[in-house]
């Protein structure tokens, strides 16, 4: 039986992701983001087995990242080459540079949706390949319950690179007042976590959520 409050795992059910970072030119952010709701979300919207797109900012960098999810891998590929003209077009728009990442979508849980002043705080890791599932069970089954009780908690996922063995770790907060109160404990049980997992924390960054609008269903 699932855990209260979570829906039962989907058996079998494999979802993917690719993710754009752009490296913006700071004054360029708001007509990025502009840009990427009015006319890329759109266009995607189109793609048969697209699952809708996610957009995270850092201002203070020029750090973007917008990520794209796709219910099967034929889709994904499908899209490769219709998707590049968008995201050329958007990282102009940017004044940026883009790097291309592809994902599979391990776990994720939603506790309530994300509104207006949220924030994300994503966390890269390197896992040896052989290790990954049973970090993926780490993240599932010790790691979400933890974020539950952390103020503020709105969702969490984990996407996986199992060639590279690489894992990206997504915690999205009402708001970073929200974060900030349980940072402490935060940082305990990512600590704990890496170390369950095996895992190396390669980097680790707040970003604002500018487009919330991913459509994976629940994966835990």
């Not at 795992?9 to 970072?21: H, I, M, N, P, W």
């Not at 979300?41 to 960098?61: H, I, K, N």
């Not at 599932?133 to 089954?141: P, Q, T």
Request: glycine share 8%.
């Amino acid at each position: 039986m699932a855990p209260p409050g979570r829906r039962p795992e989907q058996k079998g059910l494999a979802v993917y992701a690719r993710s754009t970072t752009i490296q913006a030119h700071p004054s360029f952010i708001d007509a990025g983001i502009k840009h990427m709701s009015d006319v890329v979300m759109p266009a995607l919207a189109d793609y048969e087995g697209c699952a809708g797109l996610s957009l995270l900012v850092d201002r203070d960098t020029g750090r973007c990242i917008a990520t794209s999810s796709w219910m099967d891998e034929d889709a994904l590929r499908a899209s490769e080459g219709p998707v590049r003209e968008l995201r050329d077009r958007a990282t102009e728009m940017f004044h940026g540079t883009a790097t291309v990442e592809r994902w599979d979508i391990a776990a994720l849980h939603r506790d309530h949706r994300s509104g207006r002043g949220s924030c994300v705080r994503v966390t890269w890791l390197k896992i040896e390949p052989g290790r990954m599932s049973r970090a993926v069970d780490v993240f599932k089954l010790t790691a979400l319950p933890g974020m539950e009780e952390l103020a503020g908690f709105c969702s969490a996922s984990m996407m996986v690179d199992h060639a590279a063995g690489r894992a990206v770790v997504s915690v999205t907060f009402d708001s970073r007042e929200a974060m900030d109160r349980d940072m402490e404990k935060a940082d305990a049980m990512r600590a704990a976590g890496t170390r369950e997992m095996g895992a190396t924390v390669l980097d680790s960054c707040v970003f604002d959520l500018a487009i919330a609008h991913l459509h994976v269903p629940e994966m835990v």
